[in-house]
């Protein structure tokens, strides 16, 4: 008999970087490899959830049984997961770009001798925070943070900023990123749970594990 407590539920994950277009051939991108999101949706299939994984540019298979959506940029992620509506529980693992070229010309940028474009930057959408007060809210909706110092402080102060149920801070001064490993803490309104290190998809069941138990108790 498999184990499936998330058998019935709807469950969706944002996970890698998104890229931001510059021009047709240029973009703004970061370091994500979105394997933390990837082993999120996989072992939230594995429980039996109906899972929805909108992923941004990145190299790896899709999890047996999810559902994946490919998206490049922020603006494109949030219409998809606008569209996913309604989840019992939305998990925020992507490394949205904070900004994106204000504007993106369709030809390519030709370099003109010494003069140097200036990159005019406006701001992306906040996905996760505007699910916060969305009308279709997910019951349980789980932000993650990457931070390289005092991990546990900033992760409560982003927890009361995106208005999420659970802050998931990650240690990323080491090689974390696009690294086999990763170390939790999860922080709630009740504290804080600190797992030790594991490999990325042992970390992620656990996770999903206690995703199951607080969608249980309602
Ligand atoms: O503010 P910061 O980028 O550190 O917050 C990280 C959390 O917010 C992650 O869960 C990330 O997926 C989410 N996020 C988002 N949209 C943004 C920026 C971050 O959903 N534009």
């Known amino acids: 008999q498999q184990h499936r407590p998330l058998s019935g539920k709807r469950i969706l994950v944002t996970a890698g970087p998104t890229h931001e277009a ?6 703004i991108a970061n370091r994500s490899s979105g394997r933390q999101g990837f082993a999120i949706a996989a072992a939230a299939a594995d429980l039996g959830a109906d899972v929805t994984l ?3 540019p990145v190299h790896l298979a899709t999890p047996p049984g999810v559902v994946r959506i490919d998206v490049e940029t922020a603006l494109q992620m949030q219409a ?7 989840v019992d529980a939305a998990i925020m693992v992507a490394a949205v770009a904070d900004w994106r070229a204000a504007q993106a010309p369709e030809q390519k940028i ?8 200036a990159l005019n930057l406006t701001e992306n959408p906040d996905i996760l925070a505007s699910l916060a007060t969305h009308a279709k809210r997910p019951k349980l909706l789980i932000g993650f943070a990457a931070e390289t110092e005092k991990i546990v402080e900033h992760a409560q102060t982003k927890l009361a900023k995106k208005g999420c149920d659970w802050i998931v801070a990650n240690d990323v001064s080491g ?5 086999e490993n990763n170390a939790f ?13 594991s490999a990325k998809d042992v970390i992620a069941r656990k996770l999903m594990e206690k995703v199951a138990d607080a969608l249980a108790k309602g």
Not at 80 to 86: D, G, S
């Open 22 to 27: 510059i021009d047709p051939v240029r973009y």
């Open 175 to 179: 090689d974390v990123m696009g690294g």
């Open 54 to 56: 909108i992923a941004g």
């Open 185 to 197: 803490h999860i922080i709630t309104k009740d504290g804080v749970d600190s797992w030790p290190e």
């Open 80 to 86: 998809e997961v606008e569209k996913a509506l309604p």
């Open 110 to 117: 030709k370099k003109d001798g010494g003069n140097i474009p």
